[in-house]
Structures are given as structure tokens and as C-alpha cells.
């Protein structure tokens, strides 16, 4: 079962109107069961009847079912602590914190998009920048007198000239 799934579950059964919390846990005189109750109003039918905890101990040919009192203890508070108007905040936290997660990330995309968008204005503002300028060292056997604009286009500069401008388009000093 997927999270969405859960959620869903969770959500319906709060819509069939649990009652409310919140709730508390008591063990009553002779019993071994633990009763779950609302605690405005202790003395109706409980919610939840918490049975003891027990585990088989094995001792040769004689098993023993021997009763774990901090397990039911934490089942109890386990159960008590859950009542629905604590999942009801909790899942309006979660879906507060979810929409605020996926507005998070709509920025920080818009913010990366608009981040990417200048810096390929300023690579195209160098490149306009060299385009004049006579390479200092034509790659592929071109001539002396190739411009910088020229390699460019043909997507061969890898010199000096075009990757120190680009780096000191970035506040710093290629020289």
C-alpha cells in the first residue's frame, strides 16, 4: 500500500466521525484488558479495549504464554495518543507542508530557469563582444586572419581569447 493510499484510508475514516478526543487509557481493578476512553467523558462504553500483551516462552515441552505489561502500556499509549482530532491536525499540517514543499520547488525552478535565461544573454553578449576580433590561434587549419565569431559559429573555440572573456564575465580577472 502506497502513502496516498494510506492518507486516503486515514481520511475516510475520520469522514465516519470517530469521537473525538482526546482520549486517555485506564486498567481497571480484576481486569487485564486496558480500556481506551474519551476523557471528557470517562464513564461511557469505552472506545478501545486494549488485550494484555503476551509472547509464548518456550521452556522444553511446557509453553508458556507470559504477558508483557510494557508492551501493553505502549500499545495503550500508542492507541490514546492517536485519537482523531490529533490525525485530523496532523494531516492538515502534512498537506500545509506539502503545498508549501511544491510552491518551494515552482520558485526555486523559476528562479533556476530566469538564472539560466541571463547567463545565456550574456554568453551571446560575449560572443557579439569577440566576434570581430582576428583569433589568435585558428583551430582545424583555418586561416590566420579567422575571426573569433567564426569559430564560434562553427562551434570550434577553445582558445584563450573566447574562454578567458567568458570567465571574466563572471567578476573575475582572466589576465
Keep these: 500500500m502506497n502513502t496516498i493510499d494510506r492518507y486516503a484510508k486515514i481520511r475516510e475514516a475520520l469522514e465516519m466521525g470517530p469521537t473525538p478526543g482526546p482520549w486517555g487509557g485506564i486498567q481497571n481493578d480484576g481486569s487485564r484488558w486496558t480500556d481506551i476512553y474519551q476523557i ?3 464513564y461511557a462504553t ?6 494484555p500483551y503476551r509472547v509464548l516462552e518456550e521452556h522444553g ?19 490514546a495518543a492517536c485519537d482523531p482530532d490529533t490525525i485530523r491536525e496532523l494531516l492538515a499540517e502534512r498537506d500545509a507542508l506539502a503545498a508549501e ?10 528562479l533556476t530557469e530566469a538564472a ?4 545565456d544573454k550574456e554568453i551571446a553578449a ?4 569577440l566576434r570581430g576580433m582576428s583569433c589568435p590561434r585558428p583551430c582545424n587549419h583555418r586561416p590566420d586572419d579567422f575571426e573569433v565569431g567564426e ?5 570550434e573555440c577553445g582558445c584563450i581569447a573566447g574562454t578567458g572573456l567568458a570567465y571574466n564575465a563572471g567578476g573575475n580577472n582572466a589576465e
Design 40 to 42: 471528557s467523558n470517562r
Design 46 to 51: 469505552p472506545i478501545v479495549y486494549v488485550p
Design 61 to 79: 515441552i511446557l509453553n508458556v504464554w507470559k504477558e508483557r505489561k510494557d508492551k501493553t502500556i505502549a500499545n495503550v499509549k500508542h492507541v
Design 101 to 110: 514543499n511544491e510552491r518551494l520547488r515552482a520558485e526555486r525552478d523559476a
Design 116 to 119: 539560466l535565461a541571463e547567463k
Design 126 to 129: 560575449l560572443r557579439e563582444a
Design 151 to 155: 569559430c564560434f559559429d562553427a562551434g
